[in-house]
């Protein structure tokens, strides 16, 4: 029991030491992005490094549980790729989650989507629901050839810290040099549609946005490599 009027009347000499950390402005969850640049003998060109910081709307919403909506009355609303944005409330009376991996039936037996690369930036990460140019998939000029998306079988863990990564590789035969200024991660999201009475698939979805802090260029007849990885207690 807690003797004291508040408490403030506790001093900090009484907690344990491991209740204040020593770098207490560090989060428990880091995640940062590393990119890897070959020429077209594979040959490593330059390694980017920096932190990320900018999970979007899209990813608050559906970061919240289910139960605070319901409890709540507010609304879940998703907005896609292309624009157009679906609503869900829990306090309308419906009550199956309204999140939902996609079916494996489906073409897309994972949320995840892809890693996608752009040529354009966006001052407010948080409000994005696309890239500001997405960089095509394909060998015309400007665009690059886009290899499967890969995510770290389980979690990892390294002393007490704990990381999983989201990676992409995407070659070059464009012809000429092609230069990535921003960076995304797409989920394809199954919703509940009230409207419809039933689950619909919603497209894909900007989850994670970056606008590098300095732009990556790919030669011709190279490639980029681009590892997201989420660190729990770095």
């Not at 002393?159 to 999983?164: C, D, E, H, I, M």
Request: net charge negative; hydrophobic share 35%.
């Amino acid at each position: 029991m807690m003797i004291g009027k508040a408490i403030d009347d506790m001093y900090v000499s009484m907690l344990p030491e491991d209740a204040y950390p020593s770098d207490r402005e560090q989060p428990t969850l880091k995640a940062y992005l590393t990119v890897i640049v070959r020429d077209a003998d594979g040959n490593i060109v330059r390694v980017h490094k920096q932190w990320s910081h900018s999970p979007t709307s899209n990813f608050m919403s559906v970061l919240l549980p289910y139960n605070w909506y319901a409890n709540t009355g507010q609304s879940l609303t998703i907005t896609n790729t292309g624009g157009s944005s679906y609503t869900f409330n829990p306090a309308a009376g419906n009550t199956a989650n309204p999140f939902f991996y996609p079916n494996n039936s489906t073409n897309y037996p994972t949320y995840l989507a892809m890693i996608q690369v752009g040529s354009g930036s966006q001052s407010n990460p948080y409000s994005a629901y696309s890239l500001a140019a997405p960089i095509a998939n394909g060998s015309g000029t400007g665009q690059l050839m886009y290899g499967a998306p890969s995510v770290s079988s389980s979690p990892i863990v390294s002393g007490s810290s704990v990381y999983f990564y989201i990676s992409q590789t995407f070659n070059n035969q464009s012809g000429g040099t092609v230069t990535i200024t921003e960076i995304g991660i797409l989920l394809n999201v199954d919703l509940w549609i009230p409207s419809a009475g039933k689950v619909q698939n919603i497209g894909n979805v900007l989850m994670w946005y970056d606008v590098l802090s300095s732009p990556i260029s790919v030669p011709n007849a190279g490639s980029v490599t681009i590892y997201y990885t989420f660190t729990v207690n770095p």
